[in-house]
């Protein structure tokens, strides 16, 4: 039996096999142990678990039965009222949670939990809205994920409104202010994808006759001015201060390692970089191939030594074996690819403040701008540089002529002099 590999103890056994859950928690901790879950981390898992075991035997739940959300909510309504730990309570809610979600997952796989999928009263109205997306925009997937993110938060802020009668209502006033208030409480980037998503939607529902005005003019017009920003990079010694700091004794050490390699050398995007799949590395011919991120264009460059070495390191000496073809994988079971771009932001931006590096921007882009300044200060053309960078239009690259500091000496005048009579 799977659970005597994780404990010992006739009592404890004993505890965990009883109750509506106990005939399932044997498969669970095989389930744990083919993901790659050490020991420890497993026994967690299963001490969390029995919290949940004990609550259902205490609602009158029968083995075999099948599960819901609501079983898991009146859990955690329940919960805090009869545990007894050490520590926080808060941390120790997160870590019991973090264990039932496993176990969930693991139930849904095994047929035991229904997740009732209660679809939210706007789910028509936006799968309507990203079909037209595909089938009318040409939209691509990655488009269609972000819009979809973005005008749910619209769509819940609505309420009841959010159907096909409740837009009918809807005002030109009532728009611009959900976008003001929702501008004042983000970055710059996410006010430019709501104001997108907004302004698409409306003219989506005024398409489709959901609208009689064309309420996508009622989305306010933020002012922002062409390259008004000076990109601000990693310098090359800051960049090497990074690297120097990275720790690669350890497997989460070489993994970093080799992505902020990747980022200093290429200057491609996290996003790129996430997405980097093994047969993408081709050692026979030393080349490595980025494929195209935000309508640009593939890059296909040499491997350098220090990339191919870093790679290598990752991949023999820390790389979780697995069957996803993605590079780089989380370093905590189950093993997976890094889900999203805030994964990688995270990575970098510990490892920058690592060294103690104060810039303005944390992220991947520090690297990329950093590596664009650097071949413009070699004297690079720009077009050299757009197709380095992916760029499919120079005028992309262009906000680096104001880190061109070699070019814009030749420009500026001298400065006057006072003339005494």
């Not at 077009?383 to 906000?399: P, S």
Request: hydrophobic letters at 40%; aromatic letters at 10%; glycine letters at 8%.
């Amino acid at each position: 039996m799977e659970l005597e590999q994780a404990f010992s103890c006739p009592g404890t056994l004993k505890k965990l096999r009883s109750g509506p859950l106990g005939t399932l928690l044997d498969g669970f901790c095989t389930w744990l142990m083919e993901h790659g879950f050490r020991q420890g981390t497993i026994r967690k898992h299963l001490s969390n678990v029995s919290h949940f075991n004990q609550h259902l035997g205490r609602q009158g739940v029968v083995p075999g039965q099948i599960l819901c959300p609501k079983d898991v909510d009146g859990f955690f309504e329940a919960y805090p009222a009869r545990c007894r730990h050490r520590g926080p309570l808060e941390g120790h809610l997160k870590r019991v949670r973090h264990s039932l979600s496993r176990f969930v997952e693991y139930l849904g796989e095994q047929g035991f939990f229904n997740p009732l999928p209660q679809s939210e009263i706007f789910a028509p109205l936006l799968d309507a809205y990203l079909e037209w997306m595909q089938h009318y925009q040409h939209a691509a997937a990655g488009t269609c994920e972000l819009r979809a993110q973005y005008l749910t938060v619209f769509l819940r802020y609505l309420g009841p409104q959010a159907t096909l009668q409740g837009l009918a209502k809807l005002s030109p006033e009532s728009i611009e202010a959900f976008f003001l208030a929702y501008a004042q409480k983000v970055g710059k980037a996410a006010r430019r994808s709501m104001q997108s998503t907004l302004r698409t939607f409306f003219r989506f529902c005024l398409h489709r006759g959901y609208v009689r005005e064309p309420l996508d003019l009622a989305v306010p017009t933020l002012r922002a001015y062409k390259l008004a920003s000076v990109p601000r990079g990693l310098t090359e010694a800051q960049a090497r201060q990074v690297l120097q700091g990275i720790d690669r004794k350890t497997t989460v050490g070489r993994r970093d390692y080799a992505i902020v390699q990747l980022l200093h050398t290429y200057g491609v995007r996290g996003g790129q970089v996430r997405a980097l799949r093994l047969e993408q590395i081709d050692w026979a011919q030393n080349r490595i191939f980025f494929a195209a991120s935000k309508g640009g264009k593939d890059s296909c460059l040499p491997l350098t030594v220090e990339v191919g070495e870093s790679l290598l390191n990752y991949l023999q000496n820390a790389r979780p074996s697995s069957s996803n073809p993605q590079v780089f994988l989380t370093s905590r079971a189950p093993y997976h690819p890094l889900p999203r771009s805030s994964s990688l932001s995270v990575i970098i931006e510990r490892r920058i403040r690592a060294a103690s590096i104060e810039i303005p921007s944390k992220g991947a882009h520090a690297f990329r701008h950093g590596f664009a300044t650097r071949m413009l200060a070699q004297g690079e053309p720009f077009k050299a540089i757009a197709d380095v960078l992916g760029h499919r239009h120079l005028g992309t690259t262009f906000i680096y002529t104001k880190v061109d500091f070699n070019a814009l000496k030749q420009v500026a005048l001298e400065w006057p002099q006072e003339v005494t009579r």
